[in-house]
């Protein structure tokens, strides 16, 4: 490169050296900004101490609160069930047949609680011992503890025959039982009779509308010869069928669902009251061709032949 031409390489007009040198100011202003920044900005730092004595005061706060509850529920423990259950306010002895709605919740049940007992009594339910308030749903083993010293049952309340002593019975002392009368507990007393059997007694029962024979227990579900014998000599059927059916005025819808009928039959024998102007006796249902001898006779205890 000749003399000439390194000189042409660095020589500047007037805008380029104007440029370059404002160009080296912006160069070593930013090379200056962190030193200067430095000098003059303190980072602030953040006193947490007040916010720290703060969290330590809402944190002692929770555990007092703690503290109060765990008192309160030693306090009531006497009186309440898994915290649910309302305190016992007014003791006092109480038969629970029958009794009020108002005397239930002294007792510190709640209205579902008491609803469910009304209906277990609206069944045809009774308590004849102290530990049949127990099995009600809802009636739990420490409400029952609570309750039970102060329960009591007239012996006049117990709809039931004392009958003789046998091998058969659960107890060393049997009674008879009624088995139109009996729930499902007083019939799971009867030895071979547990929660299921006693259930479908009932059920079948209610659609019978009674027994008029203990014998008719075979036709429960299940049911056999042996089972009956283990217990007949301790059942009655008492004043029998609590349910009749009027006959003469009854229509084929209302009797199709009994056990010993069906839709066909009982069409059949509201065509012959129609024809015979009505039913005297069960000699006039004799000649339905329709209705077996072994069907007249298991049917015949229900009719109510009036008009």
Request: glycine share 6%; hydrophobic share 35%; with cysteine.
């Amino acid at each position: 490169m000749t003399p000439n031409k390194f000189k042409e390489f660095f020589d500047f007009n007037s805008t380029e050296r104007r440029g370059s040198i404002v160009l080296i100011i912006l160069s070593f202003t930013i090379l200056l900004i962190p030193s200067v920044y430095s000098r003059f900005y303190r980072p602030e730092i953040e006193d947490i101490t007040a916010f720290s004595k703060d969290i330590l005061a809402f944190e002692e706060g929770l555990r007092r609160d703690t503290l109060k509850q765990g008192d309160l529920k030693n306090d009531t423990l006497s009186g309440f069930s898994n915290n649910k259950q309302e305190f016992i306010t007014i003791p006092f002895l109480f038969n629970p047949n029958g009794l009020s709605n108002e005397n239930w919740r002294k007792l510190g049940l709640k209205d579902w609680q008491i609803k469910v007992i009304k209906n277990y009594e609206a069944k045809g339910g009774r308590f004849y011992k102290k530990e049949d308030l127990k099995k009600i749903y809802g009636i739990d083993g420490n409400l029952y503890m609570k309750l039970e010293p102060y329960i009591t049952i007239p012996q006049s309340q117990v709809s039931r025959k004392e009958a003789p002593n046998t091998s058969c019975s659960k107890a060393s002392k049997q009674l008879l039982i009624d088995i139109n009368e009996a729930d499902t507990n007083m019939l799971m007393e009867l030895r071979g009779i547990g929660p299921a059997f006693a259930r479908r007694i009932v059920k079948y029962r209610e659609k019978l509308g009674g027994f008029y024979s203990v014998d008719q227990l075979l036709e429960v579900y299940g049911f056999d010869s042996q089972r009956l014998g283990l217990i007949k000599e301790l059942c009655t059927v008492g004043k029998g069928p609590y349910r009749m059916i009027p006959i003469n005025t009854v229509s084929a819808q209302e009797i199709k669902y009994h056990p010993y009928l069906s839709y066909e039959l009982a069409k059949k024998l509201i065509d012959a009251r129609i024809q015979k102007g009505g039913f005297r006796s069960a000699l006039d249902i004799k000649g339905v061709p329709e209705i077996s001898d072994e069907v007249l006779r298991k049917i015949i205890p229900y009719f109510n032949f009036q008009n």
